[in-house]
C-alpha cells in the first residue's frame, strides 16, 4: 500500500529533519531538493527512500554537517574540488555552478570532486546548463553492487551517465542511466513491497540469476547490455574515481553499510553551444530529431516512441499535479527518524 505526498512536503519534512540532526540550513535545502526531484522525475529509487540512511551516515560521522567544498586545482577550463566528506548533492551543485561560469568564457568545461558522497539523480546536475544553452555531462562513482563481467565479486557501483541537450520548443534530451541495468534502490523498492524482480536485474553470489529481491541485495546486480555496461562503468570509475584522486572499485565504502567515509567522485562537463555555433540552429535540429523519432513506425505492442527523459518530464507533470507515491514500508521509517528528531513526519493528501 502507499500513500501520496505533494513535492512541497516531501521537500519541507526532508529539510526540517536534517536542519534538526544539524544539518547547515542552506545545505539542507539543497538535499531535500535533490531527493525531491527524484521522487518528482518518477525515480523513486532514488528519492525520500535514501533519507533514512542519509541520516544514519550523518549519525556515524560518514557525512559532515556543513559541507567544505575546497578548490584544490584550477584552470580556465577545469576545476578540481575536495568536499571533505560532506553532501554529494552539494558538492555537485557548487562544482556545476562553478563550470558553466567557465564555458561561458571557455566554451566547455569540466570537473571533478573528491571525498564526497552519494549525489543523487545524475540528471539533477546534468540539468543544471540547459537554460544556459549548454550541454551538460554528469557522472559518479559508487559503492561495489557490479562484478566486472565474467566475474563475481561486487567491483564496480552503478556507475551512471547522465548526457543531457537542450531543444528550441521540444523537451530537451535527458539521458541519465545507470551502467546495471536497475539502480539497487530499485530492487530495494520491490523488497519493501514484497514483489519479485526480474532475473535480468540482479544474481546470487554466484552469479545466478535471480528474481528474489533479498537475494539479489545480497549478492550481485547484472551489467546493463552484459559486458558493454561492465565496461562503461570502469570507464565511469576511472573519470570519477582515478582522475580526480577518489576512491573506485571495491575501495569505496558501502553506502547502505557504511563504516568509513566513503570519498565517492563526480565528474562533470559542461559545453557551450556557442562555441560550435548558433545555439538556435542546434535546438532546432533536436526538435526535427525529435519529432522524427516520434514519427517513426511502432513496433508490435508499442504505444509510443519516447526520447531519453519524456517519460521522466511526464511524471513531474502529473506528480506535481496528483503527489508522489511512497510505500508504507518506506513511510514507516520516515516516521521512525521524525520521531528520533520530534519533526512532523509528511503528510499525505491522499491514500
Not at 535533490?34 to 560518514?62: F, M
Not at 513511510?331 to 509528511?346: I, M, W
Amino acid at each position: 500500500m502507499e500513500a501520496f505526498y505533494r513535492p512541497s512536503e516531501i521537500a519541507r519534512f526532508t529539510r526540517e529533519l536534517l536542519v534538526t540532526a544539524g544539518v547547515a540550513p542552506e545545505d539542507a535545502a539543497i538535499v531535500a531538493d535533490n531527493l525531491t526531484a527524484a521522487n518528482k522525475r518518477g525515480v523513486d529509487s532514488h528519492g525520500i527512500v535514501r533519507l533514512p540512511v542519509y541520516l544514519g551516515n550523518l549519525e556515524h560521522g560518514h557525512v559532515t554537517k556543513k559541507t567544505n567544498c575546497e578548490i584544490i586545482h584550477e584552470t580556465p577550463s577545469s576545476v578540481l574540488v575536495d568536499a571533505h566528506d560532506g553532501w554529494g548533492s552539494v558538492a555537485g551543485t557548487f562544482t556545476l555552478n562553478i563550470l558553466i561560469e567557465k564555458a561561458k568564457k571557455t566554451g566547455v568545461a569540466m570537473g571533478g570532486v573528491r571525498r564526497s558522497n552519494h549525489y543523487g539523480i545524475a540528471a539533477y546536475y546534468g540539468m543544471m546548463p540547459l537554460k544556459y544553452d549548454m550541454i551538460g555531462l554528469s557522472f559518479t562513482n559508487a559503492s561495489p553492487m557490479m562484478a566486472p563481467w565474467g566475474g563475481i565479486k561486487p567491483y564496480f557501483g552503478t556507475n551512471p551517465i547522465c548526457i543531457t541537450f537542450p531543444a528550441k520548443k521540444e523537451r530537451p534530451v535527458v539521458y541519465d542511466g545507470a551502467t546495471t541495468v536497475v539502480a539497487r534502490g530499485k530492487i530495494a523498492l520491490h523488497q519493501k513491497k514484497g514483489l519479485p524482480i526480474p532475473d535480468t536485474w540482479g544474481a546470487d553470489a554466484q552469479g545466478r540469476p535471480t528474481t528474489d529481491p533479498n537475494v539479489a541485495l545480497n549478492g550481485l546486480l547484472m551489467p546493463m547490455s552484459t559486458y558493454k555496461g561492465s565496461g562503461l562503468a570502469m570507464a565511469v570509475d576511472i573519470l570519477c574515481g582515478v582522475l580526480t584522486g577518489a576512491a573506485f572499485g571495491d575501495h569505496i565504502a558501502d553506502f547502505y553499510h557504511m563504516v568509513r567515509a566513503p570519498n565517492i567522485g563526480h565528474f562533470f562537463g559542461v559545453i557551450d553551444l556557442r562555441a560550435f555555433g548558433d545555439p538556435e540552429e542546434f535546438k532546432a535540429k533536436i526538435d526535427e530529431m525529435t519529432q522524427a523519432i516520434h514519427a517513426q513506425p511502432l513496433a508490435y505492442g508499442t504505444e509510443r516512441i519516447y526520447m531519453p527523459g519524456e517519460i521522466e518530464f511526464d511524471f513531474e507533470d502529473e506528480r506535481e499535479a496528483n503527489g508522489c507515491p511512497i510505500p508504507d514500508a518506506v513511510y514507516g521509517e520516515l516516521v521512525e527518524c521524525a520521531r528520533r528528531y520530534n519533526v512532523t513526519p509528511p503528510q499525505p493528501i491522499r491514500k
